[in-house]
């Protein structure tokens, strides 16, 4: 061999290096892989993600277009309703006329209320059928008739009516035995047990008239009338028949019992009918004229009655002296029972009536009756109760005889002394 020649072999790779380099590319693959399966994945996900967003806002859309119909509903009633009261505002307003008769040629003979023209006018045949002498109907401003009306009664009349029956009954009051049987033969029986009139052949009394001293139980008597009855019983003061203008007052009384005769059987009760039932005078002034408008008009519709007594009226005053003659005379008010004070035997059956629910702890009524002579009930009432309230007082028990005596003497004292011009 030559001098500086030199020969550079190959190294040989350790077994450490090619196994690391072969983990390395293993390991780069794997990556590689996951990457592939990670992208994979992803986009699957996706794809769900979207197809629930996508039925999330479906079901957003069909909740709004729900809730978007049911606005449009409402707005759709709230526009009719719009348009019905704007047709109702442009419609022309009807008058109101009663039917006086019908004629032969078919035409009707009308009066217009308020102004009370009277006129002649057509009608259909289908309402022709329906109308009768007083029936109330609508008519348009060329006076044709639009509508049947019907009895249409004042809001005061209305309220005279009593939905309930009073709970008082005959066995409360005590010492009227004979007044009592002569206001039911005159106002209940007629309603009740209408067939013995009839076989007996006699026409019950028409009306009937209680008067006498305040407190005597007159009013006791309508309400224990209205409670064994069963019938409409109308109850009013005369002062309510009082009215300012000319014609108003008349006209309730006539709504008055219009109403009764259409709710009847019915009684009708008018109490303090002096107010507008006294003696006619002539003073000159528009307020008695109007009253006696009123009377007159109450005069005529207790003369119209029906005979059998299907309306039944009772009337109540403690001024029986003041009343028209025109109003006492028979086939008005047939009966005119005097409501007197209790004697003694009456006097002690309304302090037990009044007392029934004491406890009375040695009372002798006795005792008490003879020192309540010339009392009315009501003032054997207010006894009873002012018993009460002092035993009360004390913290009682029961009611003793020193409270009666006590109560006695204190409603005497209270008792404002009788200056009446009574008869």
């Known amino acids: 061999m030559g001098a500086g020649l030199t020969i550079r072999l190959p190294l040989p790779v350790p077994l450490e290096i090619a196994r690391a ?18 992208m994979e ?20 859309l069909e909740s709004q277009l729900l809730d978007l119909k049911v606005k449009n509903e409402e707005m759709g009633r709230e526009i009719a309703q719009l348009r019905r009261e704007n047709n109702q505002l442009k419609r022309m307003p009807l008058f109101v006329a009663s039917v006086v008769d019908i004629l032969d040629t ?12 009277e006129y002649i006018t057509l009608v259909s045949d289908e309402l022709s059928r329906q109308l009768k002498p007083g029936t109330k ?28 029956s009073p709970d008082i009954t005959f066995d409360q009051i005590g010492g009227l035995e004979k007044e009592i049987e002569e206001v039911r033969e005159a106002v209940e029986y007629p309603l009740t047990k209408p067939q013995i009139f009839e076989r007996v052949g006699v026409e019950p009394p028409k009306g009937i008239l209680l008067f006498g001293a305040p407190g005597t139980g007159k009013t006791l008597i309508a309400k224990a009338v209205a409670h064994e009855a069963k019938a409409t ?18 006209q309730l009384v006539r709504e008055l019992f219009s109403l009764a005769r259409e709710k009847s059987p019915s009684i009708v009760f008018i109490d303090e009918i002096d107010a507008v039932g006294s003696t006619r005078t002539n003073d000159g002034t528009s307020g008695s004229a109007e009253v006696q408008r009123t009377l007159m008009q109450l005069l005529a519709e207790m003369d119209g009655f029906d005979t059998r007594g299907d309306v039944r009226i009772m ?5 029986v002296d003041m009343l028209d003659p025109a109003l006492l005379r028979p086939g008005r008010f047939d009966r005119v029972i005097e409501i007197p004070l209790p004697d003694d035997v009456a006097r002690k059956e309304i302090l037990k ?5 004491m406890r009375l702890e040695g009372v002798d009524l006795d005792r008490i009756v003879e020192m309540t002579g010339k009392t009315t009930g009501a003032e054997l009432q207010a006894v009873c109760r002012e018993a009460g309230m002092m035993a009360v ?25 009788d200056l009446r011009m009574y008869t």
């Open 21 to 38: 380099r072969n983990s390395i590319i293993t390991l780069n693959k794997c990556r590689e892989n996951e990457y592939n399966s990670d």
């Open 41 to 60: 994945e992803s986009i699957l996900n996706t794809g769900s993600n979207s197809e629930l967003t996508s039925k999330l806002k479906l079901q957003d």
């Open 106 to 117: 078919g035409e009707v003979y009308l009066r217009q209320q308020g102004n009370n023209q």
């Open 137 to 164: 109907v609508a008519v348009n401003n060329a006076l044709s008739i639009v509508r049947i009306v019907g009895n249409i009664f004042d809001s005061r009349v209305r309220v005279m009516e009593l939905d309930e």
């Open 233 to 250: 019983f109308i109850r009013m003061s005369g002062s309510e028949l009082v009215h300012k203008y000319i014609g108003e007052g008349a």
């Open 315 to 319: 009337a109540a005053t403690n001024r």
């Open 353 to 357: 009536i009044h007392s029934r629910k």
């Open 393 to 417: 007082r004390r913290e009682a028990t029961g009611v003793s005889q020193d409270d009666f005596e006590k109560a006695v003497r204190k409603v005497k004292a209270e008792v404002i002394p």
